[in-house]
């Protein structure tokens, strides 16, 4: 499967507890978006990394979040001391990069937090 | 806001019938993407439509772009029941860097 692939597909963890989710892209895509989705809303935008470098933060990510894409490769989405209101389908998306390039993105990451 | 906004946020129609869905934004877009999103599964890429384009086409599937009146359709023509999903726009504003920008989606329910 040459897609984009998320881990693990599911995570239950208590409120209080650090969760990290891992997103692997397409590969040589350097290209690397994170996107979190509630119920019935649309995916909002959370960072972006052109190769390793993180070149957006949208004021969604708090101080609890933080992400890393170390080799401009795959890259990992922390959060810390996590809350109800975290609980969400977190999606990563990878684009080649270049003009009207397409977006693809993985199964996402669905986080409950009890 | 700069999202794409979704109408109608519901549609439900009988197998074989086809499916319109239109997008509407507020500023300039480099392009403007469609996604389908099963219950509960990520999104799968339909198709790009770039600022410089009025009509696309990818197999059952065909969109539109009115840059003039900041706005999308996406037709799918005899539908099937397989076609229930949400479907969303992704626009990509120029000048606002690099996301993309989703509305809340329209529910397509494909009755067999």
């Known amino acids: 499967d040459t897609g984009v692939s998320q881990d693990p597909r599911h995570k239950i963890t208590k409120r209080g507890q650090n969760v990290t989710f891992r997103c692997d892209p397409i590969?040589?895509?350097?290209?690397l978006y994170w996107y979190r989705q509630t119920l019935g809303q649309g995916p909002e935008f959370l960072t972006y990394f052109q190769n390793e470098a993180q070149l957006e933060k949208s004021r969604l990510l708090s101080d609890r979040f933080s992400a890393e894409r170390p080799k401009g490769s795959f890259s990992t989405l922390e959060i810390q001391r996590t809350e109800q209101g975290d609980s969400a389908m977190y999606l990563c998306?990878?684009?080649?990069?270049?003009?009207?390039?397409?977006?693809?993105f993985g199964q996402g990451t669905r986080l409950t937090v009890v | 806001s700069q999202q794409g906004e979704e109408d109608p946020q519901a549609l439900s129609i009988q197998e074989g019938e086809n499916a319109t869905m239109n997008c509407s934004y507020k500023t300039s877009i480099n392009n403007l993407q469609w996604y389908r999103q099963n219950s509960g599964r990520g999104l799968v890429h339909l198709i790009l439509?770039?600022?410089?384009?009025r009509e696309k086409h990818s197999g059952r599937l065909r969109v539109t772009l009115d840059t003039s009146k900041k706005s999308s359709s996406l037709l799918i023509t005899a539908s099937r029941a397989a076609d229930t999903a949400s479907y969303f726009c992704?626009?990509?504003?120029?000048?606002?860097?690099?996301?993309?920008?989703f509305g809340t989606g329209t529910s397509l329910t494909v009755i067999p």
């Open positions: 439509i770039r600022s410089n384009e």
């Open positions: 992704a626009t990509d504003p120029k000048n606002t860097g690099n996301q993309f920008y």
């Open positions: 998306a990878s684009e080649a990069g270049g003009a009207g390039t397409e977006a693809f």
């Open positions: 590969s040589e895509h350097n290209r």
